[in-house]
C-alpha cells in the first residue's frame, strides 16, 4: 500500500469534506425558501380571514335592510346607498390570495369603507326610531354587525402584520436573492380607511 502523503486529508476525509461544503449550503437554501414560502401562505390564511370578515358583515345587510325599511320609509334614500354599497363590495371576486397591487387593495378597502360608514349611518338613523330601537330583531342585528366590524379590524391588522413580515424575509439578503429570481413581489398592506373608525361601534359605543 503506497504511502499517503503527510499533510494531504485522507481520501475519506476529502470525500466528506467535500459532500459537506455541498450538502450544508443546499440545506440553507431549502430552508431559505422553506421560510419565503411559510411567510407567503401565513398572508394568503390571514387574507382569507379578511374576506371571511367581509363577507360575515355582508350577509347581515339583507337581513338588517328588511327589519328596518318599514319603519324608515322616509329615510329610502339611506336604505339605498346601503344596497347599492353592499352591491358593490360583493361585486368584486372572492380569491384565496390577496390583490396583487396596491391600487386593486385599495379599490377593495374602498368599496369596503363606503359599505362600512353607510351601515354606521344606517343604524344612526334607526335608532332615533323608539319602536326599532328596542326590538328585539334589531338590538340582536346590531350587535352582529358590531361583532362583524371588530372581526373586520382586527383581520385587516394581522394581515397587514404578515404582510409586514413576508416583505421584510424578501427585502433581507440572502433571500432578497432568491426572490429575485423568482419573481416574488412585495405585498400591498390595507391603508387606514379614512372615516372607518368611526364607523366600527356601529353606536353601541
Known sequence: ??????????PGLRLALVAIGVLVPLLAG?????????????????????????????????????????????ESETL????EARSQAVR????EHPPASEAELSRLGRAQGELGRDLARLVAVAE???ELRSADSFLALQAQLEGAENRIHVARLEYNDAVRAYNAAIQQL????????????????????????GARPLGLE
Open 174 to 197: 440572502p433571500a432578497a436573492w432568491l426572490a429575485e429570481a423568482r419573481g416574488l413581489q412585495r405585498r400591498a398592506y390595507f391603508e387606514s380607511d379614512e372615516g372607518a373608525e
Open 92 to 95: 368584486l371576486p372572492a380569491s
Open 1 to 10: 500500500m503506497p504511502p499517503i502523503a503527510l499533510g494531504q486529508p485522507r
Open 30 to 74: 431549502f430552508a431559505l425558501h422553506n421560510h419565503v414560502v411559510s411567510r407567503g401562505e401565513a398572508v394568503d390564511a390571514a387574507w382569507a380571514q379578511v374576506e371571511s370578515a367581509h363577507q360575515r358583515r355582508a350577509d347581515l345587510v339583507p337581513a338588517l335592510v328588511e327589519t328596518v325599511k318599514r319603519h324608515l320609509r322616509q
Open 128 to 130: 332615533t326610531y323608539p
Open 80 to 83: 339605498v346607498a346601503v344596497i
